[in-house]
């Protein structure tokens, strides 16, 4: 497999940098700023000292006995990413671009965000880099993920909302572009997924690939071997980004995305682009997309917030074409499951984002034979979760 | 259609000779409905229009203010789609020599296929294409398809464009380039920037094209200013504006009046 992007940033045909003229500029030099800062050695050192103080990384790649006894067929381990700070792998991308976006000497931060996890994660380091932060957050997020909400205020972000289209997280894309454009000297986007146009879905994967590096370590040295397979939910995909980036070269090491099926790919809404939808272009790259026959983009849902996007990074199409690594989609309902049932065998209670991983886990593991390894990363916790999960089970907190 | 025939350029050319300055109303097409775009852009035209776009609409109107993406999501409600302004378009083009040129984001292009999009619109009477979120870079299969079927291709040019930019995107581009005149979105400004018209004298020292000025302009007195440097003067938001605010019954005369007023203070 060759290194991509190309030097258009091109996975393929997809990805690019499909924006208007106005943006070009601070990409080109956004694209400067991070070629250079990627080999600069007091960058890595000072991200990787906040990776281990900060972020508390290396996070564990915990061997899930019970989980795995339960469902009689390969050993199953979590990458803990609902352990680092913040609760979710948020914080890895977020304290990496804050120091890009230091560096080139940006004082004013915005950001998107679904599930508010990377919102949260934008108005931590932003607390912790003496900048401003301003969050979009669709209307519909907010009311969904008020503690989230509460969290990022808390830390000094302002946090907008927004009513236009689905008020969910493509639209506080779009708010989030908008001022961009208005705002491009001052500002830097700290975009929060493999997405956008290039270079970001590289440096979002970069950033992200911590885990995937961490936990290819982590499981030959418990192991002894390569795992058979690689489970991460997948949204716009910087979690599955960053797990599965360090493996590709590994081919004996499958991979399975998990989009969410919502209330099913038949019945109804769903946010699952690579299952079900077709390529076209969005948010700056070309990618599969949720949309009609006429190229308009079609409004998403999942349970999971951080999910509920109608496209994925552009890599994920790539490597779905390849047949590098598969794609599969998960229902709300059983997402809910299997939040319920690691909460019971491991006392690990999962973000809604990543039950679908947990989910998809508990179809295939069972068939697969006692000396197989399968790796699910655990992107994040569930507590931001809890009062929508409580909703969906019909108690009251 | 063979070079030299071009109706956008032919315009230009004689408003040049004329040392007049074009006057380019935007339309976003379908709101309220097609049939009230059609009738508006007549309106238009008899009021003094040199040039019209016609805004494609779409789901996620990026570079566009609240005033087009109200309209985009009103005009895609009515079920406005590319093959539709297309009939549109053929229609218009038996009543009117206007130049017409589609604006719009690349995606719903994309879906109808760059070299099929490009002989349709050809062959029903459109003259130009721009796409807000397709830069040269990206544009390779566009700019094939309206160069084997005559369509002119039209960039945008930003505050942000440096020198090496401005060139390479004029190299792509036919017709005009269109200069945005402030770093933002579309809609009414209360006052331009000042140094819009130095910016545009650069543009015009590297690049042989008409240049364009748009977003922001609102009223016949910042129209008549923008005119003082630019070779056309677009005009959107506050068109789109006028007209939802009219009504679907008197929003093609309110485009006449609007248009008119325009062309008064570009002329006086």
């Known amino acids: ?397 | 259609m063979a070079r030299g025939k071009k109706r956008i350029k032919r315009c230009l050319d004689k408003l040049s000779a004329e040392g007049r300055t074009a006057l380019v109303p935007f339309f976003s097409v379908g709101d309220p409905g097609i049939d009230e775009t059609h009738d508006a852009v007549l309106a238009a035209v008899d009021a003094g229009a040199d040039i019209i776009e016609l805004g494609v609409p779409f789901s996620d109107p990026m570079a566009d203010g609240p005033v087009i993406q109200a309209s985009s999501q009103r005009a895609l409600e009515a079920g406005t789609s590319l093959h539709g302004i297309l009939e549109m378009v053929a229609s218009l083009r038996a009543r009117t020599d206007v130049p017409l040129v589609l604006f719009g984001y690349y995606n719903p292009f994309f879906h109808y296929g760059e070299e099929a999009f490009a002989r349709d619109a050809a062959s029903a009477g459109a003259d130009g294409v721009l796409c807000v979120d397709l830069p040269p870079e990206e544009a390779r299969g566009m700019v094939a398809a309206c160069r084997s079927n005559g369509m002119d291709r039209i960039f945008l040019l930003a505050p942000t464009s440096d020198d090496s930019r401005i060139k390479a995107v004029s190299r792509c581009s036919s017709g005009f380039v269109y200069f945005v005149s402030v770093t933002g979105v579309t809609g009414a400004r209360s006052s331009l920037s000042a140094n819009v018209s130095a910016k545009v004298a650069r543009v015009r020292e590297l690049c042989d094209l008409p240049v364009g000025v748009g977003f922001g302009i609102s009223t016949p007195e910042q129209a008549h200013a923008v005119a003082g440097y630019a070779d056309l003067v677009i005009v959107g938001s506050a068109l789109v504006k006028t007209m939802h605010e009219a009504g679907a019954t008197r929003c093609a005369a309110e485009a006449g009046r609007f248009v008119s007023d325009l062309r008064r203070g570009i002329d006086g």
């Open chain 1, 1 to 397: 497999m060759p290194a991509l992007p190309d030097r258009r940033g091109r996975f393929g045909e997809y990805g690019g940098r499909y924006v208007s003229e106005t943006l070009v500029p601070a990409l080109e030099e956004l694209e400067q700023a991070y070629a250079s800062l990627r080999r600069d050695a007091d960058f890595k050192a000072e991200l990787k000292g906040l990776y281990r103080d900060y972020a508390n990384r290396e996070t564990p790649l915990y061997f899930a006995e019970r989980l795995s006894e339960h469902l009689g067929g390969a050993r199953v381990y979590l990458k803990r990413e609902d352990l680092c700070h913040t609760g979710a792998h948020k914080i890895n991308n977020t304290l990496g671009q804050i120091l890009l976006a230091r560096k080139m000497g940006k004082k004013r931060i915005i950001a998107e965000t679904g599930a508010g996890q990377h919102g949260v994660a934008t108005a931590t380091v932003a607390a912790l880099m003496d900048v401003d932060a301003e969050i979009y957050m669709g209307s519909e997020d907010i009311e969904r993920q008020k503690l989230n909400v509460f969290r990022m205020q808390l830390l000094g972000a302002r946090v907008h909302p927004v009513e236009s289209g689905s008020r969910t997280l493509k639209d506080a894309i779009n708010e989030c572009m908008r001022d961009w454009v208005t705002n491009i000297a001052d500002t830097y986007y700290l975009v929060g997924s493999t997405m956008g146009p290039h270079p970001y879905p590289v440096i979002v994967r970069d950033f992200q690939s911590v885990i995937g590096k961490e936990a290819r370590r982590q499981v030959l040295k418990a192991e002894g071997k390569l795992p058979d397979l690689l489970v991460a939910c997948v949204g716009g995909g910087s979690n599955a980004m960053g797990m599965f980036y360090p493996f590709i070269k590994d081919e004996s090491v499958a991979m399975t995305g998990v989009e969410a099926a919502g209330g099913g790919l038949d019945a109804g809404p769903h946010a699952a682009s690579i299952s079900r939808g077709s390529p076209g272009v969005l948010h700056g790259k070309k990618t599969y997309l949720l949309q009609d026959e006429l190229g308009q983009v079609r409004e998403a849902h999942s349970i999971a917030p951080g999910l509920d996007y109608p496209g994925v990074g552009p890599e994920h199409s790539w490597l779905h074409d390849k047949g590098r690594a598969s794609y599969v989609a998960v229902t709300d309902t059983q997402a809910l499951e299997a939040l319920q049932l690691l909460s019971r065998l491991e006392g690990i209670i999962p973000a809604l984002e990543s039950a679908h991983a947990v989910a998809h886990a508990l179809e295939v593991v069972p068939a697969m034979p006692l000396d197989a390894v399968v790796v699910v990363n655990l992107s994040g916790r569930g507590d931001k979760d809890m009062p929508a999960v409580a909703g969906h089970l019909g108690v009251e907190v």
